[in-house]
C-alpha cells in the first residue's frame, strides 16, 4: 500500500538540541516536499526536492536543512533548535507523472 | 503564478445544517486534495480529485476544471466535523520556490449543538 511515514509524531525537546524529522515514502516519488505550519497559521514551503541530490528552499525562510540521498527518504534538520522552531512540520511527496500527492500525518514539534 | 484561494476562513454552523467550503485556483492543475486537521492533530487527507465528484459517508467534493473551482460538502454536520479544513492543489507547473503543491489557508469549521 502507498503511504508516506513521519517521525516522530510529536517531540519536545530543549533549546540548543539538534534534531532530525524523518518523512519516508514507499511509493517511488521524485517530488517531496516539506511545509512548516505555525499554530493557529497555514501551512509555508519551507524546502522540497525532485530528486536524489536535488534540494531547493521554499518561499518561507528556515533555519533548517535537508537531505535528498536516497528517494524514499527526505530528513529535516535543526542544527540548534530554539523556541521560534516551535510548529507543525508536515512531509509530501508526489510522483513523476504528477498525478496525486500523498501527505504525511505532520510532527508537533515544541522547543523549550 | 500558482495561487490557491479558499473560502471562507472561519465558518460556524449549528447541527445538522448544510455546509460547503470553497477553494479556487489559478491555472491548470495534475489533482486537488481536500484534507482535514483536527486542533492538536495531525492532517488527514479526505478526497483527492481530478474530475467530477466523490462522496465518502457525510461528504462530497466536487471540482470544476474549467472554472478552475472544487467544493467540498458536509451534510448533516455534527459537533465531531469541527476541524481545519485544507485544500491542497497540484499544479502542472513548478512554480519556482512555491513548489507545485500549494495549500489553501485553511477554513476554520465549527459545529454548535
Known amino acids: 500500500e502507498a503511504d508516506i511515514y513521519q517521525t516522530p509524531r510529536y517531540l519536545v525537546i530543549g533549546t540548543g538540541k539538534k534534531i532530525t524529522l524523518e518523512c519516508s515514502q514507499t511509493?517511488?516519488?521524485?517530488?517531496m516536499y516539506w511545509y512548516q505550519q505555525d499554530p493557529g497559521m497555514e501551512l509555508h514551503l519551507i524546502h522540497y526536492?525532485?530528486?536524489?541530490?536535488?534540494?531547493e528552499k521554499g518561499d518561507l525562510s528556515s533555519e533548517s536543512t535537508v537531505s535528498r540521498i536516497r528517494t524514499e527518504h527526505f530528513p529535516l534538520t535543526l542544527e540548534s533548535a530554539r523556541p521560534s522552531h516551535t510548529s507543525q512540520y508536515l512531509c509530501a511527496s508526489s510522483g513523476r507523472v504528477n498525478t496525486e500527492a500523498f501527505f504525511g500525518q505532520g510532527t508537533r514539534l515544541t522547543v523549550v | 503564478k500558482n495561487e490557491v484561494e479558499q473560502s471562507p476562513q472561519n465558518l460556524t454552523a449549528q447541527e445538522g445544517e448544510f455546509i460547503t467550503i470553497n477553494c479556487s485556483y489559478s491555472?491548470?492543475?495534475?489533482?486537488l486534495h481536500w484534507l482535514q486537521q483536527h486542533p492538536g492533530g495531525g492532517i488527514v487527507s479526505l478526497f483527492m480529485l481530478s474530475s467530477g465528484k466523490k462522496k465518502h459517508g457525510r461528504l462530497i467534493a466536487t471540482i470544476n476544471i474549467q472554472e478552475k473551482h472544487s467544493s467540498l460538502h458536509i451534510t448533516a454536520s455534527h459537533p465531531r466535523d469541527s476541524a481545519v479544513y485544507i485544500c491542497a492543489v497540484l499544479f502542472m507547473n513548478y512554480g519556482g520556490s512555491q513548489g507545485n503543491l500549494i495549500f489553501g489557508k485553511g477554513t476554520k469549521l465549527s459545529v454548535k449543538p
Open positions: 491555472v491548470g492543475i495534475s489533482a
Open positions: 526536492s525532485y530528486g536524489v541530490n536535488s534540494t
Open positions: 511509493m517511488g516519488h521524485d517530488k
